[in-house]
């Protein structure tokens, strides 16, 4: 790869989450990292000192002086940035973490060639375990494709989709955590309704999770893994009734179609 800079546009959550992952990589092609936001100094200050990287609230000022400018700001900024930015650089390639906002929107925004790819990752990033969906816009050429790649991985795995399942699957990937999370809360709160500690809740529901993943991991369908554990006229198929008598597929349904159509400003 040739020796690159990086701008980061948002210095938030995902920005900091992408950024300890390529940190981690340690390629010495990486020639420079900025990390910006527009208002909040004190952030700034704790990611130079926490990572070593160039700050600064004014990203207007970085643009030229960088070869690849990550956008992780959120999807309603982007309108005003990605018009700005096509004012100030010349070829760079521009890539966003943002929901709803696509390849077919940052090109409309952005001269004609600039190359961009749109990037859905989760909050899993943080530790190297995101499951990212993306697509590629027209410009995007193999060079360039090799630093996405080099992005991606440094966040965890990655899936290559077309503009509409990244749109699409938003939910089901980006937002979906935080329906396991609720799910959990639930979990431990009835754990502790049963007489253990919340540190125990943690601990039983966390193991009970990470088993259930890696059945799922080992190639098991959840059909198959859901009857293994309802014993015919067992106890377990009583729980599943109420969950059914409460439309649970259906809730976690609608709330995929909620969150996507959010994400798409509808
Ligand atoms: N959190 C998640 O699970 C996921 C988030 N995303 C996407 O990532 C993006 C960021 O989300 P997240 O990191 O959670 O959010 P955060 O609120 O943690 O970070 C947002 C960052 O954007 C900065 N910002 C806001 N407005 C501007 C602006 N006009 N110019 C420059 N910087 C600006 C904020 O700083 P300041 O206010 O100081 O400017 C802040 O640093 C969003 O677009 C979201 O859709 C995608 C997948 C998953
Ligand atoms: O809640 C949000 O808007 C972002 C998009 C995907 C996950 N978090």
Redesign the pocket.
């Given at each position: 790869m040739r020796p690159t800079r990086i701008l980061m546009?948002?210095?938030?959550?995902?920005?900091e989450a992408v950024l300890s992952g390529i940190l981690k990589q340690a390629n010495p092609a990486i020639e420079k990292i900025t990390l910006?936001?527009?208002?909040?100094k004190e952030?700034l200050e704790l990611l130079k000192e926490r990572y070593g990287v160039h700050v600064s609230s004014n990203?207007e000022e970085e643009a030229k002086d960088h070869d690849v400018i990550l956008l992780?700001?959120?999807?309603a900024?982007h309108d005003v940035?990605l018009k700005r930015l096509g004012e100030l650089i010349d070829g760079q390639l521009v890539l966003t973490?943002?929901?709803g906002i696509d390849t077919t929107y940052m090109e409309e925004r952005l001269p004609k060639g600039t190359p961009v790819c749109w990037i859905?990752?989760?909050?899993a990033a943080q530790i190297g375990e995101s499951i990212s969906t993306y697509t590629c816009g027209h410009y995007v050429n193999p060079q360039h494709r090799e630093m996405i790649a080099f992005i991606l991985e440094a966040i965890g795995e990655s899936a290559e989709l077309s503009e509409q399942q990244v749109h699409d699957l938003t939910a089901v990937t980006?937002s979906a955590p935080a329906f396991v999370y609720a799910f959990v809360e639930a979990m431990e709160e009835a754990a502790v309704e049963n007489g253990v500690t919340a540190e125990q809740a943690r601990s039983l529901v966390t193991k009970m999770l990470s088993g259930s993943a890696a059945m799922l991991a080992a190639g098991h369908s959840p059909q198959d893994l859901r009857d293994q554990v309802a014993s015919p006229g067992g106890s377990t198929a009583a729980g599943l009734e109420v969950l059914e008598k409460r439309h649970y597929k259906e809730a976690i349904k609608a709330a995929v179609k909620a969150t996507n159509a959010h994400a798409r400003g509808e």
């Amino acid at each position: 790869m040739r020796p690159t800079r990086i701008l980061m546009i948002g210095a938030g959550r995902m920005a900091e989450a992408v950024l300890s992952g390529i940190l981690k990589q340690a390629n010495p092609a990486i020639e420079k990292i900025t990390l910006t936001n527009r208002q909040d100094k004190e952030r700034l200050e704790l990611l130079k000192e926490r990572y070593g990287v160039h700050v600064s609230s004014n990203w207007e000022e970085e643009a030229k002086d960088h070869d690849v400018i990550l956008l992780a700001s959120p999807p309603a900024t982007h309108d005003v940035i990605l018009k700005r930015l096509g004012e100030l650089i010349d070829g760079q390639l521009v890539l966003t973490v943002a929901a709803g906002i696509d390849t077919t929107y940052m090109e409309e925004r952005l001269p004609k060639g600039t190359p961009v790819c749109w990037i859905m990752p989760n909050t899993a990033a943080q530790i190297g375990e995101s499951i990212s969906t993306y697509t590629c816009g027209h410009y995007v050429n193999p060079q360039h494709r090799e630093m996405i790649a080099f992005i991606l991985e440094a966040i965890g795995e990655s899936a290559e989709l077309s503009e509409q399942q990244v749109h699409d699957l938003t939910a089901v990937t980006g937002s979906a955590p935080a329906f396991v999370y609720a799910f959990v809360e639930a979990m431990e709160e009835a754990a502790v309704e049963n007489g253990v500690t919340a540190e125990q809740a943690r601990s039983l529901v966390t193991k009970m999770l990470s088993g259930s993943a890696a059945m799922l991991a080992a190639g098991h369908s959840p059909q198959d893994l859901r009857d293994q554990v309802a014993s015919p006229g067992g106890s377990t198929a009583a729980g599943l009734e109420v969950l059914e008598k409460r439309h649970y597929k259906e809730a976690i349904k609608a709330a995929v179609k909620a969150t996507n159509a959010h994400a798409r400003g509808e």
